[in-house]
């Protein structure tokens, strides 16, 4: 590709990132462009595939996400072409980018979907293990096999799977908020779903569907404890499946969560010794919490004055947009998450850069049913999106706003129920000027709407309810429902009938 004297090569289009917005972005640049070389660059040998696709309804889909060698996408697409290294630099100005390899690409139009990395509560503390990807899902697994007691932080969606798949080991599991899963619900379905995490273990899971790839070589040397600076890609929705979360003791679930608190401070065994502080033993419901005899690796001291020792500590706080590379010397505009903005057709600030996925945020003035969130789907929508408006910008064209964005949809799975959410689901930015609907069956179904004069905004759906297309109609055409009042979730009323 490097001509002679090391020149560099050129192409129309270079995508940066072998994630899930990277790799749909190059795949539908491939598509359009068959005869235009697609340079797709990045830092890992596996690139996340999409696999097994499903539309589910107008704005709902499901997807698995696979691991496969880079090998694997360049015989689907013969003229994609991955540059297995990272990048080092890009000089926009000059329209080029530098990889830690050395060598230099010059590029059209570029995408940059980097991803995110996750929000480490410590930086540099050999007991802090950050869960964002599935290597850091193996180092988590290798340490869990000794483990007796962890702390977990954080409340979306990996904290809440994480707490429930890990068995025979106590968890003590501190959350900012009054309720757990606070990314995906209210405290009305946290308190549907808890009684999941006491009970004994259920029927085992399901057979992984994801094939994980080793990088060969990989598996002799030990790996280090999972870096934080190590870029892998995020977390599929089935990530646990098939690791064997399970610690040294022999009793199912042990999990004890501490709420509205934050880790104030770690200290390692000596310091922890050295302040002669008191910590706790796992608390049981019947007596008073006593002080703890046994010595651990390592204390956690929380806002709420309670310190408790563990073998390690899962940080698993959210994640931010991987930036770092593509600043020094480029003008782009951060938004206040710390991504590159990007405006209604994934244009970032920067002339002929474009961004997708986690490493972007949405600048423009969004659907009053849809709001950005770092998932799987939306990476997918935002990078195939964003080949369109490339494809168009380049051939002079115009676009209409992709119709994924209109309402916020998303569908997965927790304590193996189905779990849908649509639009203002948790009633994001409405202030008090809204009411809730619910209708629950205890351990089959959660639903939970919100209402907005008379109008549905947004739903929460857990279980089997067949309910998602219903509601995304009556939240995309927003129909007056008043006249229905509390009849809208009477299960005894077939509510498809009406709207269909």
Not at 188 to 198: H, R
Request: net charge negative.
């Amino acid at each position: 590709m490097a001509g002679p004297g090391g020149a560099a090569a050129r192409s129309r289009f270079a995508v940066v990132g072998g994630g899930i917005a990277g790799v749909t972005c190059a795949e539908k640049l491939a598509m359009e462009f068959p005869s235009e070389d697609i340079f797709l660059m990045t830092a890992s040998p596996v690139i996340k595939a999409v696999t097994n696709f499903k539309q589910v309804s107008k704005t709902l889909e499901e997807f698995d996400v696979e691991e496969q060698p880079s090998s694997i996408l360049e015989k689907r697409y013969p003229n994609i072409k991955v540059i297995q290294s990272g990048v080092k630099q890009l000089k926009s100005d000059e329209h080029k980018i530098f990889t830690e390899d050395g060598k230099e690409y010059v590029y059209e139009k570029l995408c940059l979907c980097a991803g995110a990395k996750p929000k480490l509560i410590f930086e540099g503390n050999p007991y802090v293990l950050g869960i964002r990807d599935t290597d850091s899902a193996q180092a988590f697994q290798k340490n869990l096999a000794q483990a007796e007691r962890i702390v977990v932080v954080g409340n979306g969606g990996i904290a809440l799977e994480l707490v429930y798949e890990i068995q025979g080991c106590e968890v003590i599991w501190a959350i900012k908020d009054k309720a757990i899963g606070n990314t995906f619900f209210d405290a009305g379905a946290a308190e549907f779903l808890i009684p999941k995490l006491t009970a004994e273990k259920r029927e085992t899971p399901i057979e992984c569907k994801r094939t994980k790839y080793t990088v060969e070589g990989s598996q002799e040397k030990e790996r280090p404890a999972a870096a934080s600076d190590k870029l892998g890609s995020a977390l599929g929705p089935d990530w646990h499946e098939g690791l064997h979360l399970k610690g040294t003791k022999e009793f199912s679930h042990k999990v004890h969560i501490e709420i509205l608190c934050e880790v104030k401070n770690i200290l390692l065994q000596q310091e922890f010794i050295q302040l002669q502080k008191t910590s706790l033993t796992f608390p049981k419901e019947e007596k008073n919490v006593e002080p703890d005899q046994v010595l651990w690796p390592v204390y956690v001291e929380l806002t709420n004055g309670k310190i408790y020792g563990c073998d390690f500590i899962v940080s698993a706080t959210g994640v931010v947009p991987n930036v770092k590379p593509f600043l020094d010397g480029n003008n782009f505009a951060v938004g206040e998450d710390g991504g590159l903005k990007v405006d209604e057709h994934m244009h970032t600030s920067v002339p002929d850069v474009y961004a997708a996925g986690d490493i972007c945020t949405a600048a423009w003035e969004p659907s009053p049913v849809w709001h950005q969130m770092r998932l799987w789907t939306q990476a997918r929508q935002m990078g195939w999106y964003a080949a369109k408006c490339m494809a168009a910008d380049t051939l002079g064209e115009s676009i209409d706003m992709d119709f994924s964005f209109e309402l916020f949809a998303h569908v997965t799975k927790f304590f193996n129920y189905k779990v849908v959410v649509l639009g203002k689901y948790n009633a994001q930015g409405l202030g008090s000027d809204h009411e809730l609907m619910l209708r629950c069956t205890k351990g089959q179904e959660y639903v939970k709407v919100v209402m907005q004069n008379g109008r549905m905004v947004g739903a929460v759906l857990i279980g089997e309810t067949d309910l998602e297309e219903t509601f995304e109609n009556l939240i995309l055409n927003q129909m007056d429902l008043s006249a229905y009042g509390e009849d809208l979730l009477n299960p005894d009323i077939d509510i498809e009938d009406y709207f269909d």
